[in-house]
């Protein structure tokens, strides 16, 4: 069955950074564009970053641009999201998962960026 193990999130100064990692498994990772998403408390789950199957194709949310970058190893499975210069608006928990559509959501990660 899938298993998405998100990883790497904790509590982090604005202005600091973060590596998330995404380990998958289940389903045929390299075959599948991959995204990260984050769910702040009382909003919606938004995608924030987007890769495609070979990582030479990348997309952000506005919010980020310039500060997230997203990355890949299909051979080991995982994805990755690279956080710097992050604000406190940035803190949720984070998840990945397939994109567009979706499997089930895993545990996820909690960021949070205190001013």
């Known amino acids: 069955h899938v298993q998405l193990v998100e990883s790497g999130g904790g509590l982090v100064q604005a202005g600091g950074s973060l590596r998330l990692s995404c380990a998958a498994s289940g389903f045929s990772f390299s075959f599948n564009p991959m995204g990260w998403y984050r769910q702040a408390p009382g909003k919606q789950r938004e995608l924030v970053a987007r890769?495609?199957?070979?990582?030479?194709?990348?997309n952000y949310a506005d919010s980020v641009k310039g500060r997230f970058t997203i990355s890949r190893d299909n051979a080991k499975n995982t994805v990755y999201l690279q956080m710097s210069s992050l604000k406190p608006e940035d803190t949720a928990v984070y998840y990945c998962?397939?994109?567009?559509?979706?499997?089930?959501w895993g545990q996820g990660t909690q960021v949070t960026v205190s001013s």
């Open positions: 998962n397939r994109w567009p559509s979706t499997y089930s």
């Open positions: 890769i495609n199957t070979s990582g030479g194709t990348t």
